[in-house]
């Protein structure tokens, strides 16, 4: 007797996701499934390219329909929707995350802890776009190789739109690619806010799941440009082991946490963590002390979401404009993991808490 698609259903009901902690089916993930006579063929819907469960969602299903598929061969198509809760708004219509980077010191390689989760997002699946908001030192040009580029201009509805440049599958916006490279940009306060206003509402992103902001270092008027002009739906703080570092760390991530700004924060990454040298890569050497973004994660109740090495060739692809995450090795692997749990977080996010407001503040 041939199975039912009801029969499936409720099979799949008993299969969890590990992280939402509720059965497939009630959260919507199983589509387009066809029964004939010798096979069995539906669709997981994951809530991001990036999961690191894929393989586990995938061999609960074959386990839970082992019982009622007989001798169907079934074929299980792994995809993906990333989740958002964002409202279809005027601003950024069609980017369903907005991920701020933050730090509250400079030089724990916040740039490059954006830049290599960027690309390794988008080597995923996903589609990924940058904003360097870093004005007054913007970093993103160099580290992507398109220092003297510049985007294109497009005009809608009368109102001229920025495109941005493309490079390794992401979109990017820096100051640095308006600017001449050489020059040092002498502004006020007001006058970058509004820069990266236009960064962000005259700029033809497109559709992104993800959209990175690097922000400058410490808690500034573009952090509060930020959270006023679109809600964020996370905050990344990057910090490096010693205790100067989680210092300040501790400043960037309470400011996120302030009753009026409340944005989620993702997690704590551990920049720099331990020196790992190319000839001995099973050697580690904790050169800024150890444990040190751990130990803020659990003070304050949030996930550690990984560690990155310190190796010459991140400094190297930095220089070069070729992304670490590119190369074979350990950074690849540590770029990717953390890619994963990212993108794992954003989705625990989507599901348990509500969408974040946009700050009003005088």
């Known amino acids: 007797m041939k199975i039912t698609e009801k029969e499936v259903l409720q099979a799949l009901g008993k299969v969890q996701d590990p992280d939402l902690k509720k059965d497939l089916v009630t959260l919507g993930m199983i589509e387009n499934i066809s029964i004939t006579d010798k096979e069995l063929n539906f669709s997981v819907v994951l ?12 061999n609960d299903c074959l386990d839970a329909l082992k019982s009622v598929a007989g001798d169907l061969e079934i074929n299980i198509e792994m995809t993906s929707n990333v989740t958002s809760v964002r409202s279809k708004s005027m601003i950024l219509p069609n980017v369903k995350n907005i991920i701020a980077v933050a730090s509250g010191k400079g030089g724990v390689g916040k740039s490059t802890v954006t830049a290599n989760l960027a690309v390794a997002l988008a080597k995923s699946g996903a589609n990924v776009g940058v904003i360097d908001a870093d004005i007054f030192g913007p970093s993103i040009p160099t580290m992507f190789d398109c220092e003297h580029e510049q985007p294109g201009m497009v005009e809608e509805d009368g109102k001229n739109m920025l495109i941005p440049i493309e490079k390794y599958g992401v979109k990017l916006l820096s100051i640095g690619f308006l600017t001449p490279k050489d020059n040092a940009i002498i502004w006020r306060g007001p006058m970058a806010s509004s820069a990266l206003k236009q960064f962000i509402s005259d700029v033809k992103w497109g559709e992104l799941d993800y959209l ?26 990057v910090t490096t082991p010693q205790k ?58 949030i996930p550690f979401l990984g560690e990155i090495p310190l190796v010459q060739s991140i400094r190297e692809s930095g220089d ?32 348990s808490k509500e969408k974040t407001k946009m700050v009003q503040m005088n």
């Open 47 to 58: 809530t991001t390219p990036a999961c690191p469960l894929k393989e586990k969602i995938k």
């Open 320 to 351: 070069s404009g070729y992304p670490a995450v590119m190369k074979d090795g350990i950074t690849e692997e540590s770029f990717s993991e953390l890619a994963q749990n990212v993108a794992r977080r954003v989705a625990i996010r989507n599901a």
């Open 212 to 237: 990175l902001i690097d922000l400058p270092p410490g808690t500034s008027d573009i952090h509060l440009t930020l959270v006023q002009s679109v809600p964020v739906t996370g905050a990344l703080i």
């Open 244 to 301: 100067v570092a989680i210092a300040d760390a501790q400043k960037g991530l309470a400011m996120f946490k302030q009753p009026q700004i409340n944005v989620p924060l993702l997690g704590v990454i551990e920049n720099m963590a331990f020196f790992t040298p190319e000839e001995l890569p099973d050697n580690k050497y904790y050169l800024f002390g150890q444990g040190g973004g751990k130990l803020l994660s659990e003070k304050y109740d």
